[in-house]
Nanobody
């Protein structure tokens, strides 16, 4: 069992920056692919970025070059550095952990609100 707790959301002006954190409890954190998703009102939840257990990263096209995902396995934490924020980045951001062994293990955090507005 893995519990995920996000933090770092808030209100920021266009062009500003935020860093989201997701702290994980439980063991085997380093073996999980960690990801950030976001969901705007009335829209589906979409992948923003993920990072594999080996450190390979993947980004959605609309955040590439602006967002950076990273992980600290010693702290059981994954981060999302968001720069050059736009109003369309406004959403609830969710942390996800995924591991596929003999079965699929996936866990979600409760979400943190990011609002980009002047």
């Amino acid at each position: 069992q893995v519990q995920l707790v996000e933090s770092g959301g808030g209100l920021v002006q266009p062009g500003g920056s935020l860093r989201l954190s997701c702290a994980a409890s439980g063991s085997l954190f380093s073996m999980y692919t960690m990801a950030w998703y976001r969901q705007a009102p009335g829209k589906q939840r979409d992948l923003v970025a993920d990072i594999s257990s080996g450190g390979t990263t993947n980004y959605a096209g609309d955040v590439k070059g602006r967002f950076t995902i990273s992980r600290d396995n010693a702290k059981n934490t994954v981060y999302l550095q968001m720069n050059s924020l736009k109003p369309e980045d406004t959403a609830v951001y969710y942390c996800n952990a995924l591991r596929i062994a003999n079965m699929r293990y996936t866990y979600w955090g409760q979400g943190t609100q990011v609002t980009v507005s002047s």
